[in-house]
């Protein structure tokens, strides 16, 4: 079971560098996700969508731009790195909650970006 | 807006002892979801219980039960019988269950289990 797969799980990037995280969850969920995780703190949320074409800002969401052109995929862009980026990025999926029904977000394994 | 606060930064507790991590929510909205979140030093978050705001029973997964107190808006997870392998970055979130249904994270606890 696949779930929510994310690439790459390791990277180090040089100041001004861009790069693309990528993220695919094969769940058929609507609502897409994606987090950075500073140490030791909680999650915060960098963009979202809920469904294919519809995106929208999270709580951190400059220097980061997102795309969702199907359902199953949701990719981050980073277009000019700087080093307060370097952190751990974390997508995650769910479908639909209701008061009544649970629906947690399934996250993927993260990865890990360093900008020197 | 939604707020989780967890207090405890750390906690120590001896293998088999039960444990309880703290969580307190702020929300305006009458229909909301708390979840409960596993992160081992590999990193990975794993999901471990959910309680909706309307469920009237407290949610229990195994050894996981929630000690939901409304209207203290407090979610504190119990850990029964704790192992070595529950040593463990723990995170409490909530989310609105309308709309883009985002989670929001408290700053979690690091819980070690001590044999």
């Known amino acids: 079971n696949a779930g929510v797969t994310q690439t790459p799980k390791f990277r180090i990037l040089k100041i001004g560098q861009s790069m693309t995280l990528q993220c695919a969850q094969d769940m058929n969920h609507n609502y897409m996700y994606w987090y950075r995780q500073d140490p030791g703190m909680g999650l915060k949320l960098i963009y979202y969508?809920?469904?294919?074409?519809?995106?929208d800002k999270g709580e951190v969401p400059n220097g980061y731009n997102v795309s969702r052109s199907t359902t199953e995929d949701f990719p981050l862009r980073l277009e000019l790195a700087a080093p307060s980026q370097t952190s751990v990025y974390f997508c995650?999926?769910?479908?639909?909650?209701?008061?009544?029904?649970?629906?947690?977000?399934?996250f993927g394994d993260g990865t890990r970006l360093s900008i020197l | 807006a939604q707020k989780i606060t967890q207090t405890q930064p750390g906690m120590f507790v001896q293998e088999k002892e039960a444990v309880t991590l703290d969580c307190t929510y702020d929300t305006s909205d009458q229909s909301y979801g708390l979840f409960w979140y596993k992160q081992p030093s590999s990193g990975e978050m794993i999901f471990l219980i959910y309680q909706g705001s309307y469920d009237e029973q407290n949610a229990t997964e195994g050894r996981y039960s929630l000690n939901f107190q409304k209207a203290r808006k407090s979610a504190n997870l119990v850990i029964s019988a704790s192992q070595l392998g529950d040593s463990a970055m723990y995170f409490c979130a909530t989310r609105i269950l309308k709309g883009a249904q985002k989670l929001v994270f408290g700053q979690g606890t690091r819980l070690t289990i001590n044999p």
């Open positions: 969508s809920v469904g294919a074409g519809i995106t």
């Open positions: 995650a999926s769910s479908g639909k909650g209701t008061s009544y029904s649970n629906q947690p977000q399934h």
